[in-house]
Structure formats: C-alpha cells, structure tokens
C-alpha cells in the first residue's frame, strides 16, 4: 500500500510540474499597495469631497467656501511645523470627530464629520456603522499626514 501511494503522489507530482510548464507565462505585477499607501489614497479622495471646500485643494486653507466662514481657516499642510515638527495624529483625529469643538464644524453635540461618516452606513448597526467611520477619519488622517510640509534648511 505504501508502495501505491508514493507512485500515486509522484504522478500528480509530475502532473503538477507538465501543467505549470505548459501554462502561460503571467506578467509579474508590483508589490500590492501596504495599508499606510491604501489609506492614503483613500484619504485623498475623502479630503477631496469633505474638506476642500473649505481647506482647499492643496489644504492650505484657502477653499472657495473659506471667505464665507467667520474663523480664519487653518493650512493643514502645517500642522507637524507647528508641532515640534510631528504630526498630530490623535489632536487631528478629534477634530475630525467633533470630539475637540471647532465653531466651524459645528456644535460638540452634533459632530458633523464624525456623524457624516457614520450615517454613511445607516444600514449597519451602531458599532458597525463607527467602525466605517473610524476607518474612513484613519484614512483622512493618514493622508493629512502624507502631505506636511517639511522645515526648510538654510
């Protein structure tokens, strides 16, 4: 019996080794995107359509929507020059939320994009529906943080 099943394993060996010669040869592609590259892009697409407007397009506070606010817009692209030079992810994070007020974003009480994201699964239960959310706040935070200005040397 032994004997029939090292013959047995050594055809599908061999079958293995004609079919994968005989196959076409696949275009290797590059490395897929790590979560860090995927959240990034990501993110960009999320400050597109949720900040831009009042942000701007290159996140220096000058959105179309900026004149019309009472308070002046601040450049995202500073935030780690303002801080030492690292970024502020979790301070970043609660504005996002609403857990840190900004008069712009709307009252503590009802966060307008950390409910927005949110809502965006209704159809999810509640811890679902902030577990979206948190992932899409991560992505835009990901991508604030890809695009901070560096310190200029002298």
């Known amino acids: 019996m032994r004997h029939l099943t090292l013959i047995v394993g050594a055809i599908a060996a061999l079958a293995f080794i004609v079919v994968a010669a005989a196959a076409p040869e696949v275009e ?3 490395a897929p995107l790590t979560w860090q590259q995927a959240a990034q892009s990501d993110g960009a697409v999320l400050y597109a359509e949720a900040c831009a407007a009042c942000h701007g ?10 004149p019309a606010l009472a308070t002046p817009v601040p ?3 500073r ?3 303002g801080n030492g030079g690292v970024f502020p992810a979790a301070e970043v994070e609660k504005m996002i939320t609403g857990q ?4 712009a974003h709307g009252s503590l009480e ?4 950390g409910k927005a994201f949110e809502d965006v699964r209704a159809d999810r ?7 979206f959310a948190r992932l899409r706040i991560l992505a835009l935070t990901e991508y604030l943080e890809s695009i901070q200005a560096q310190a200029e040397t002298e």
Do not use: H, N, Y
């Open 110 to 113: 009802m966060p307008v994009w």
């Open 100 to 103: 840190d007020r900004v008069a």
């Open 125 to 131: 239960k509640p811890g679902a529906r902030w577990g």
């Open 28 to 30: 290797i592609r590059q």
């Open 57 to 66: 397009s290159e996140a220096q506070g000058d959105g179309p929507a900026a």
């Open 75 to 77: 450049d995202l692209t």
């Open 79 to 81: 935030l780690a020059l």
